[in-house]
């Protein structure tokens, strides 16, 4: 697959997290033709949110692959939580470069074995978001209400009382920290992808803020209520976006000179702006700003196998975040996985082929003691 043909699906995705892999092998088709998630709403009602705010019914919409199985003690011994980017879905993994090489036959979470949840966060995909017509009057939601209303739909939606592993890409890595501190006996293993565990600060901090203020700024917005989405501000946005989610050495075999790269935009930057809603945007950027895992990383019992790209805009790795904060977390262990054509920026969490090794290193060393990786039916 060009990076002609991902670059759009990257921006859908906001964060380098949707899209289908056009050059899938046969075997990665083959893996998503078996599969047949099944979907589903779980309504939780008058949640209360951080803020004070309140919903009385938040809807969180989710897909399962498998079924649950547990262990002789009765817990659950498979589920594996995924967790979804900033502006994405559920629906992101199910895609030939992620779904392809790990729910497969033998892959390493093998959809016959596990049971694999893939919810859509508060805001996002089919859950209650802004744009179902609350617009801005809808809750301020934030890191802490969006891990919140996943262990909800976990416990009392799907009646899971343990989890394997949780993973995430981006605002889900993010996550999957939350959940190591919050729930530290539930989770066995969780796998970080592309984020770091800080407050978000310095450029990272800079360019959302910058994407925000270009829509709250353009006239057609008009504090939320616009009538037509506001074409301005949503540009901008975009050209932030593919920054940060961009794969330099993609970029650079792509678009050698200025023209191909000019062509490309003209046409392109209209057909992304046209599947965006700026109020969801807005919420879905502004949602980070009560993350900061930082004070609690000692108390995650989960073992934890945390893996950023170097080249990755969002997380540089020369800020030297990662090496410093994975000496608090107890069973930690930090991969950062070098710049290729191999990889794809910020979206090499979705590549599954660049890192599945190290899933597979993970589930071996973190496999609880007395049972199987499945557990009993």
């Keep these: 697959m060009t990076w002609r043909q991902l670059f759009l699906s990257l921006v859908l995705c906001t964060l380098a997290c949707a899209g289908y892999a056009q050059d899938a ?32 019914e938040l809807r969180l919409h989710y897909r399962t692959l498998g079924s649950p199985r547990t262990g002789p003690d009765g817990k659950v011994t498979n589920a594996v939580l995924i967790l979804h980017g900033t502006g994405g879905s559920g629906a992101q993994f199910l895609v030939p470069r992620y ?3 790990l729910f497969g ?20 995909g089919d859950s209650s978001k802004p744009s179902d017509g609350l617009r801005m009057r ?45 729930y530290p006996d539930f ?25 925000m203020d270009a829509i709250r700024q353009d006239p057609q917005w008009d504090n939320g209520s616009y009538a037509t989405q506001p074409q301005a501000g949503l540009r901008t946005a975009v050209d932030m976006l593919l920054i ?27 057909k992304i702006v046209a599947h965006l809603d700026a109020d969801d945007l807005l919420y879905q950027v502004a949602s980070s700003r009560d993350y900061d895992p930082s004070a609690r990383l000692s108390g995650i019992r989960a073992a934890v196998m945390w893996v950023n790209s170097q080249d990755d805009f969002i997380n540089p790795p020369y800020l030297g975040v ?30 599954a082929a660049v890192w599945k090794s190290y899933l597979v290193e993970l589930l071996a060393e973190s496999r609880p003691a007395g049972h199987e990786a499945t557990g009993h039916r």
């Design 25 to 56: 092998s046969r075997a990665e088709l083959a893996v998503m033709r078996s599969l047949h998630p099944v979907a589903g709403n779980f309504v939780i009602r008058d949640f209360t949110f951080s803020t004070g705010e309140h919903l009385p």
């Design 138 to 182: 809808f809750p301020h939601y934030g890191y802490t209400d969006m891990v919140k209303a996943e262990h909800a739909l976990v416990v009392d939606g799907l009646k899971i009382n343990h989890l394997r592993l949780v993973t995430g890409t981006s605002m889900g890595c993010m996550h999957s920290f939350m959940w190591g501190e919050n």
């Design 99 to 101: 779904a392809g090489e």
């Design 322 to 351: 990662a090496e410093r904060e994975v000496r608090k977390m107890p069973q930690a262990r930090y991969v950062l996985i070098p710049a290729s054509r191999a990889t794809h920026g910020h979206g090499t969490h979705t590549w």
């Design 244 to 270: 940060a989610g961009s794969a330099p050495i993609a970029l650079q075999d792509e678009f050698p000179s200025g023209p191909s790269m000019q062509d490309y935009l003209r046409v392109q930057t209209p």
């Design 187 to 211: 989770v066995d293993a969780l796998m970080p992808l592309a984020c770091l565990p800080i407050e978000i600060g310095g450029r990272n901090r800079m360019w959302r803020q910058m994407l």
């Design 105 to 124: 036959p033998g892959q390493p979470l093998d959809a016959s074995k596990y049971f694999i949840i893939l919810p859509d966060d508060i805001g996002h």
